[in-house]
């Protein structure tokens, strides 16, 4: 069992912004990649969390994140908004884009916005909460590189590629749904490995495409999607909207998140923001939403989506950050 | 072993269309819906083909579908768009509203269309096909009266709530995804039943929520989602645009498709519209897709979503379309 250290959610925000600094990021670049970490760590949302910092940081000594990086905002459309993030970190590339997206829906009905040359998205729920905040439902889908294959095809072709929605409420989102589009995270296989211990079904293939509980064969050969090929299509689906749309570099180009090789991994995210009002409910939006709600949280122990991350996120804000003690420890090293 | 009956595509569209004005259709709807049926039954996407027709034609000498509906379209923003499809079939209200969408989307960059008090949608990859015909990224959803159940939780709460998307390509749509977001359809499971077979793993739970492989203990308890609780949250995004944003009757109130009870299903669809040149690629788009398709079918007996039936379409177009004897036998009854 690890040892947990507690740390104030600004302190650890500012620690974060301070190592991306030491590590060539400019000051506001920084405090907004930082705060994505701290905030998914306190959220409780460790794969999108600490342990990514000081892979961001090698990334930008490095260069595989471009320190200079200048993202512009294009609109192309009355609803249609690009953003080029240069090879820079996503969230930069999420502030530039995210107030004009909810502008544009707000004026047009919905809206759609387009980022490429752009890094890890981190937590996508943090982006479609933005969108929810706003009083819109937020969609968000975001491609990785290649880690999953179709079931009994033996070719990588997709990423985890991530889909995100969050639901407006009356005090903030209602729920937000936030999760790959494969079974497992390669984190979860390669953390299997380690231990010894063998997968669950339906999780990975090796190399030949053939079902596998062996964690070491499923690392040479692929993860499956979550739901078989049907989920597989949901993959295809984030696919063509984060990478093909976007213009981004695909999924089976694109250089590694967690390596030094490759160079930027040119990735991409698309989102889209829906006013409620506008498509045959009008103010009912809110009544209806929250009477599915009311009954997905009908029978014990069932919560929304979302609930458990805000939670945790509370807690975090009231008494600290509960962070694995040889993480933080590292985290500090790097400063 | 049932027989089969081949008989031309027109005929068997104009066999449906002629049911249907029988049954108290107008000549337009009874054409639009026919040729819907028609060629889904040629298509061999028989869950959405000719066994319904005795349905439909129940259903209008029932009441339960508004044989006088007058559908209505509205744009509530230069995105946005509304049909009430006034208890009538969905197929108008499809032919009413897509044209405006595909409008709106080639002028603003993404548009949505929200049809509500409408019926079952039938293969939703036709409307989808229909949008990427016109260059545009099409998706698709619809929900539909509850059948299925989160995981371990004794309510069922969410229709089998298709999702469909078609891709444009240089010679009509490149590929078309039209699937349920449950494991399995209720079809599938009663004729598990009827043929006291078990059911899969994963398909379904009994009244308790526990899983089950009994067709009646599952009939009594609820369908599971494709791809367990998180393909349960892709069941939710659907009931959230196809039902709460469009402000249909919820899946959980619905009354049933296939039953003469509780008038109108009052049922949603949502549809998106996107600009591929619009949100990064550019004229990009079109050679990313490309790439992705031929990665997808790089291995021997790969093929894209949408391309079985196609050449399943064409074959019925050449030489007819293979229906079951007896079913197409009582479709002749009805004349």
Chains 1, 2 share one sequence.
């Not at 250290?5 to 600094?21: F, G, H, K, N, P």
């Not at 200048?70 to 995210?98: E, I, M, S």
């Not at 990735?267 to 709600?293: E, K, N, S």
Request: aromatic residues 4%; contains cysteine; proline residues 7%.
């Amino acid at each position: 069992m690890s040892t947990v250290d507690r740390i104030a959610l600004a302190d650890l925000t500012a620690l974060c912004a301070q190592a991306l600094v030491q590590a060539g990021a400019a000051p506001d670049v920084a405090r907004l990649v930082g705060g994505a970490i701290a905030r998914a760590e306190a959220e409780g949302n460790t794969v999108c969390g600490l342990h990514y910092l000081t892979i961001f940081c090698a990334h930008l000594r490095a260069g595989k994140v471009n320190r200079d990086a200048a993202p512009r905002l294009v609109q192309t459309g009355p609803a249609a908004l690009c953003v080029d993030a240069d090879h820079g970190f996503a969230q930069p590339a999420f502030a530039l884009g995210l107030p004009a997206l909810i502008a544009a829906a707000r004026e047009t009905g919905i809206a759609g916005l387009g980022i490429q040359q752009s890094y890890n998205a981190l937590a996508l729920s943090h982006p479609v909460a933005e969108i929810a905040a706003g009083g819109l439902i937020g969609l968000g889908v975001a491609h990785s590189p290649a880690s999953v294959a179709l079931p009994g095809v033996p070719q990588r072709i997709f990423g985890t590629n991530p889909i995100a929605f969050a639901v407006p409420g009356s005090d903030g989102p209602l729920l937000i749904v936030d999760q790959s589009t494969s079974a497992v995270t390669k984190t979860e296989v390669a953390q299997r490995r380690s231990a010894g211990q063998p997968l669950e079904p339906g999780w990975a293939q090796d190399r030949d495409g053939q079902p596998t509980l062996d964690a070491a064969a499923a690392l040479e050969g692929a993860i499956l999607p979550n739901g078989g090929r049907k989920g597989g299509y949901i993959s295809l689906l984030v696919e063509i909207l984060a990478a093909a749309l976007t213009g981004a570099t695909p999924s089976i180009q694109a250089p590694s998140l967690g390596g030094m090789d490759g160079g930027p991994p040119g990735l991409g995210q698309f989102f889209i923001a829906i006013d409620p009002a506008r498509f045959g409910a009008g103010t009912g939006f809110g009544a209806a939403a929250a009477a599915l709600a009311a009954t997905m949280t009908a029978h014990p122990g069932q919560r929304l989506p979302g609930a458990r991350r805000r939670e945790t996120l509370t807690r975090a804000q009231a008494s600290g950050v509960a962070v694995d003690a040889a993480l933080l420890s590292r985290v500090r090293d790097l400063l």
